[in-house]
Structures are given as structure tokens and as C-alpha cells.
């Protein structure tokens, strides 16, 4: 409390309005195999939150026979009835990003130059300069340029189309003594029009404004240009003023009037564009679906007027992302979309200029512009070659370097599946790492997560015993979700899945013993839409899904089961019929199964909630375990606060204020029947209070299920009275 030591007016605000927290009981946490998407673990990456089926795809792909386990199917169902899961993604090191190799090119270009007998004029000191067109200075004849396109790759013809250059509209300059001719790109569009040709020039030198480009590069594309220049009479007569440049960028000796120039690809063994899925995966190779549509990523390249392409990323066949990039200053390819994780401007790829594979990349911002040496690209020395004042002819290669328009599909991408059930298990399980990431089941151990359910469904996932039980363990090391698993497929009849649980089997050695823990069985067939097939699917993926239902029509102390919340429309088969005897073999003498029956008339439903607790006491009840969940999770999120605040009556009387109303919240939603709240001296202890603890005690009677519902029939004599 402050102290006032001069006269006014003092206003204190106190916030001591305390209320329990809101807690989501329905967030699920999925421990699986994926085709694409984050992995936990790596790249800071840790459970990702999903809230729709759409959302689980456009992550993390589609199911696929080829993924073990069932992670992805059984994500799907669980989303019809929550809006929140985590999915936990696990890999191995097989996996591997898919890539694709985009093709680097020069553009045909056509030097505009001056009289054949002088094509190319050096000015003082061996700079370069432009003569002037024909006989005359450019700026007193009139021009006419006649150009044609085309595309080979995209067999597009762009129709002849005419620029005439008006006398005046061009001018010279003098440089170093060196006639310069500039302008020719104000009149042809340095942007490049619909007819895809342009002529390139820097303000900063004349570097490309003496050049006509086809902005379309590599093998497959040519360019056709024709010249008249109007004599005395106005008529115009063939000009020589075209010189073509070869793969070395130097000149043809004499021009001409009338050229076809060539792009070329660049050696892929010198430079070439790598893309790479962000993340690995085989999602990510293009490929054909069962219903004929795109599959995976793709890279498409396309022309753009001047000096950038247009880059954009396609998924699933759809447009997705778009760039502008290319070799010049502000827009460069590897800052568009990023080299690495951390730099990336992609949801779906990085990319670099590779050398020799991604490990030996370079960078290019080292090109000062679009008019680059093409002769040894990949080395970084040579890549600032350019053509302008200043610079000796002789190091003068200019050619116009950009990306070879085109569909790139990505391929080569590995999901990470280990082959056998020792690695599928080290990976599912996971570890921490020693950049303190956590993969496969480590990764639930996050209080942040909010996880109340998990799972890791599927054969050769589900069905381990050495997952199961990690599994199991992190459930009841965190005391923050309940653990459903289910015997293999095709485990046999009802005895064999008992002898299962009770560690008589091939595939399990231990019994399962824990309040943390609920099994189910028999599995379930479900039509899958993404291929056309009927499936088997783990029970307990429609456990979760049903505890989900549960909490949204009523709340997580209620059973999951029976006819009005354990209903089940979508399977279409069980993979066992089960009799009255068979479900009370699986629910009674210590036996903990709960069974998923197929009834006539009624449907299929789950019709058991019991934990795996062999011990009989209220634990042994799915409902009780997931209200105590509930609880632990509502009065640690309540309750931070309280700590470091003085150990005496008054904060107990808070806490006593503070978790009695989430008491009779539950008991008046049938959660419990009574309930006492003690925080006082009778449990606060002065060696606790020395110990700087403060106990409080909560007894509660929980709700008991009717699961066996009783009719007794009397039959009386004729006298009775009632």
C-alpha cells in the first residue's frame, strides 16, 4: 500500500474479480505420417493447429496407401465434430524435399548498330559507342522496324507488328568523344507491349539501350526484325543496321537489314534455378489424382515486360502464389522467395541459383542488370560483365539473361515413412532435440497445446506396442489427455483381442493398465472419397471423433457412447460382430474393452467407456477421467496468479471464492453430486506454510453413468393393494 504524505484526492484500482478460465476439452493431438507439411521438431515447428478438413489438405495433403498409419484419415473424421486439432507430423531422415530444375536462358537480342563498313565504333580509350543508323545521323531519317516473335515451347506466334521511329525522336550524345545512341527504348516500351519486344536501357549508361529483345528466353525462342529507313523520295529502303549476337555475346561483324535472332538455354551444368518444397514430402510431386486433377506443386515461369518474369506457384493445379523477379537490383530472384526456412517469402518453396546442386549455391546480386555474361555465369567474377563506358570491348558479352519460360513440376520428394516397425516406432515416439525442438510424441508435451485426447491410429502405427505405450506414459507423465488406442486389424475374435490387452499376444507382451488409457475394438469400414475404396479404419479414430460430439451437444463428463452420443452413421461395416457374451467378456473380470457393435435396426455404436484402469474406482470410468481432466487443466489456468501472493487467511479465502464456482458450475451441468471446497488453516499446516505451500482441498463425488439400466417386474396376487 502506498503511502500518502500530502493532501488531494487518491484513486487505487484493485483487480480481485477472479473467475475460473474457459478451457476447450475437445482439442485433439494426432501423432502420424504425411505426405507434405510442417514436421514437428524441425524449423521450431511444433504441433499445428488444424480447424478444418480443407485446411488438414492444403497442409498436410491427402490420405494415401502409401503413408503408414492412419493420421490423416483419421484427422478428417475427427474434424467433423471439433473445430480444434493438433496434428504432430513425424519423418524420419529418408525424407526429402521435391525439387525442380528451372532452365536459365539468354533472350534474342539484336544490336542496333550502324553502317556495315563501321558496325561497332569504339570512342577514346576503347570505350564503346553506337554509331548512327545508315549514312546519316539516326535523329534525321525516319525508321521503320518490323518485328515478329515467336515461342517454340508455347508455339505462339506473335503477328509482324511496325514501329516507326519519327526523325527527331532519337538523339545523340557524346561520350568520351564516343556517339552514343539513345532512346530507342522510349519508343519501342522498355515494359514490353503485347507483342513481347522491347529494347532495354539504364539510366546510369547506355549498357542495353542500343539493343532489341525478345523478353522470352532460351532455345525455343526466336526473333525476326526487318528495317527501312525513308530516303529523300519517302520511300524506305533497306536499312543495314541489325547485328545478331552469338552464345557469346559478341556482335556478327557486318549488320544487316533484315535478321533472325535465337535464345539459347544456358548449360545447366553451369547455372541453373533450383526450387524446393518448403517442406519434404512426396505431396509436394506433381503428379494426376483418381479424379484426373493436378496433384502436388508446380513452378510456372512467364514473360514479363523488361527485365522480370512472373513466377508463380501452383498447388493442387490452382494458382497459389505469384512473384515478380529476375536478375536486377530490387528484384532478385532469391530475395523474391527466399534460399532458406528463415528467409522464405513462400508457403510451398525456397529457391536459389545453383552451381552444382542446392549445397552450392550463389547469389545474384552480384548482376548489376538484365545485360549479363552469359561466358562463365557460374562464376561469381565474371557475372558483372556489362556493355557501357568505361568498359574495354573486348570484356563486352552482353546477352539478356532471365528464366526459360515454362511449367517446372517438383518430383523426387520422400515422406519420411520408415520400412520397418523399429524405425517407424523411433520415429513415431520421438525425442527432443538438442536445439530443444520435440518430434512425433514428444511433441505433446506442451501445456500450450491444450491437448484432452490423442492418438496415433493406423497399422503398423496404431498397432505397436512400443508406441502405444509411449503414448500411454506421456498421458500420464503430463496428466493432460486421455490415450485411445485399439488391438491390430484382423487380431482374430473377441478372446484374441482380450489376450491383447492383457499382453498374450504376438504384437503385445505387457497388459495395459492405466486410467489415462482407453482401448477400443473392433475396427470400422468407411468409404474413403479420396480414392474410391472401402477402408478400414481404426476404432479409436472414432472415439475421439464421438468425445468431440460429446462435448459439443452436452460436456466432457458425459459418456461418449451408447445410442444418443456414441452413434455412429458414417461406418459401413464392423470388422467383428459381437454377441451379448462377447461385449461382457470385453467389459467385465478385470477386462477393459470397450466394444463398437453393429445392432440390428439401431446402427453401429460405441458401446462401452471404460479406461484401461483395472482397478475398480471411479477412474475406471472414461467420463470420470475426462472431468478430472477438465478440472486440473480449469483450475491451473485459474489459479497462476495466486503464486508469490501471502500465504494467510485472505488468499485462501480467494481461492475458496475462486474454484467454488466452477464447482457448482459442473454440478449443476450433472457433473458431479456434491462437492467441498477446503483451502484453510486445517490444511495449510504451519510446517506447510514454512515450507512456502499453500494446500488447497477439493472432494468431489462424481457423476455415475447408468450403464446397466435395471427393470425389475413384480408380479403380485389379485389383493394386493397399491
Known amino acids: 500500500m502506498a503511502n500518502f504524505v500530502s493532501p488531494g484526492v487518491y484513486v487505487i484500482e484493485k483487480d480481485v474479480s477472479d473467475y475460473p478460465a474457459s478451457i476447450n476439452s ?128 508455347r508455339a505462339t506466334t506473335v503477328n509482324a507488328r511496325t514501329y516507326n521511329i519519327l526523325k527527331g525522336t532519337l538523339s545523340t550524345s557524346a561520350t568520351n568523344g564516343a556517339t552514343t545512341m539513345l532512346g530507342l527504348s522510349k519508343i519501342l516500351g522498355g ?84 526450387i524446393k518444397s518448403l517442406w519434404a514430402g512426396g505431396g509436394y510431386n506433381t503428379g494426376t489424382r483418381t479424379d484426373g486433377s493436378t496433384s502436388g506443386v508446380s513452378f510456372e515461369v512467364d514473360a514479363n515486360g523488361g527485365e522480370t518474369t512472373l513466377e508463380q506457384v501452383n498447388n493442387l493445379g490452382v494458382a497459389a502464389e505469384s512473384f515478380k523477379a529476375g536478375f536486377t537490383s530490387g528484384a532478385f530472384l532469391e530475395n523474391s522467395i527466399g534460399t532458406t526456412y ?89 525425442s527432443t532435440r538438442s536445439d530443444g525442438g520435440k518430434t512425433g510424441i514428444e511433441a505433446l508435451d506442451d501445456d500450450v497445446l491444450n491437448i484432452s485426447i490423442a492418438l496415433t491410429p493406423g ?65 470400422l469400414q468407411v468409404f474413403s472419397v479420396a480414392d474410391g475404396k472401402n477402408r478400414w479404419l481404426a476404432p479409436e479414430i472414432f472415439a475421439a471423433r464421438q468425445m468431440g460430439y460429446t462435448d459439443n451437444v452436452a460436456d466432457p463428463w458425459w459418456a461418449p457412447a451408447g445410442f444418443v452420443r456414441g452413434r455412429l452413421t458414417k461406418p459401413t461395416d464392423v470388422e467383428v460382430i459381437l454377441n451379448q457374451g462377447d461385449r461382457d467378456s470385453m467389459y467385465s473380470g478385470g477386462n477393459c474393452i470397450n466394444p463398437i457393435v453393429n445392432f440390428p435396426q439401431n446402427g453401429i455404436a460405441i458401446f462401452g467407456q471404460r479406461t484401461a484402469q483395472r482397478q475398480p474406482t471411479a477412474l475406471d470410468r472414461i467420463n470420470v477421467r475426462r472431468l478430472m481432466i477438465y478440472i486440473k487443466k480449469v483450475i491451473l489456468a485459474s489459479t497462476q496468479r495466486l503464486v508469490f501472493e501471502p500465504n494467510d487467511a485472505f488468499t485462501w479465502a480467494r481461492v475458496e471464492q475462486l474454484i467454488n464456482p466452477l464447482m457448482g458450475e459442473i454440478s449443476n451441468r450433472r457433473g458431479i453430486t456434491q462437492y467441498k471446497v477446503i483451502c484453510d488453516a486445517s490444511v495449510n499446516t504451519p510446517i506447510r506454510v514454512d515450507r512456502n505451500e499453500m494446500w488447497c482441498k477439493v472432494l468431489i463425488k462424481p457423476t455415475k453413468t447408468a450403464e446397466m439400466v435395471i427393470f425389475e417386474l413384480n408380479l403380485t396376487n389379485q389383493s394386493a393393494q397399491f
Not at 534474342?108 to 570505350?127: E, H, K, M, Q, Y
Open 26 to 153: 475437445s482439442v485433439v493431438g494426432i501423432v502420424g505420417f504425411a505426405g507434405r507439411g510442417p514436421i514437428a521438431g524441425l524449423n521450431g515447428q511444433k504441433a499445428t493447429l488444424i480447424t478444418s478438413v480443407q485446411q488438414l489438405i492444403d497442409v498436410f495433403g491427402e490420405p494415401s496407401e502409401s503413408l503408414k498409419g492412419q493420421a490423416i484419415e483419421g484427422a478428417q473424421e475427427i474434424l467433423e465434430t471439433t473445430a480444434s486439432l493438433r496434428f504432430i507430423r513425424a519423418a524420419d531422415a529418408t525424407a526429402a524435399e521435391a525439387s525442380a530444375a528451372v532452365q536459365m536462358g539468354a533472350c534474342p537480342a539484336v544490336l542496333v548498330s550502324g553502317t556495315a563498313a563501321n558496325p561497332i565504333r569504339p570512342g577514346g580509350a576503347g570505350d564503346l559507342g553506337m554509331s548512327a543508323i545508315g549514312s546519316a545521323d539516326l535523329g534525321t531519317s525516319d525508321v521503320r522496324i518490323t518485328a515478329t516473335c515467336y515461342d517454340q515451347l
Open 191 to 274: 515494359a514490353l507491349d503485347a507483342d513481347r519486344i522491347g529494347a532495354y536501357s539504364d539510366s546510369s549508361s547506355i549498357d542495353g539501350s542500343a539493343f532489341i529483345v525478345n523478353p522470352l528466353a532460351g532455345d525455343a525462342t526466336t526473333m525476326e526484325l526487318s528495317c527501312g529507313v525513308k530516303n529523300d523520295a519517302d520511300v524506305y529502303v533497306p536499312g543495314n543496321i541489325f547485328q545478331v549476337l552469338d552464345e557469346d555475346g559478341a556482335a556478327a561483324a557486318i549488320a544487316v537489314e533484315t535478321i533472325t535472332a535465337s535464345g539459347f538455354g544456358i548449360d545447366t551444368d553451369t547455372a541453373i534455378y533450383m
Open 342 to 430: 528463415d528467409g522464405k517469402t513462400s508457403d510451398y518453396v525456397t529457391a536459389a541459383i545453383a552451381i552444382d546442386g542446392w549445397d552450392d549455391t550463389v547469389s545474384v546480386t552480384a548482376l548489376p542488370n538484365f545485360v549479363n555474361r552469359v561466358k562463365n555465369l557460374g562464376a561469381l567474377g565474371t557475372l558483372a560483365g556489362t556493355q557501357g563506358v568505361g568498359v574495354a570491348v573486348t570484356d563486352i558479352n552482353p546477352r539478356f539473361a532471365k528464366l526459360v519460360q515454362g511449367t517446372y513440376n517438383l518430383a523426387d520428394g520422400s515422406d519420411g515413412v520408415p520400412a520397418g516397425d523399429t524405425d517407424t516406432a523411433t520415429a513415431i515416439i520421438g
Open 459 to 523: 497399422t503398423g502405427v496404431g498397432d505397436n506396442q512400443s508406441i502405444q505405450n509411449a503414448l500411454i506414459t506421456m498421458a500420464e507423465r503430463t496428466t493432460n489427455f486421455l490415450a485411445l488406442i485399439s488391438p491390430p486389424f484382423a487380431i482374430g475374435r473377441p478372446g484374441d483381442a482380450i489376450d491383447w490387452t492383457n499382453g498374450f499376444a504376438t504384437s503385445r507382451s505387457v497388459a495395459v493398465n492405466s486410467s489415462y488409457a482407453a482401448i477400443y475394438w473392433p475396427w
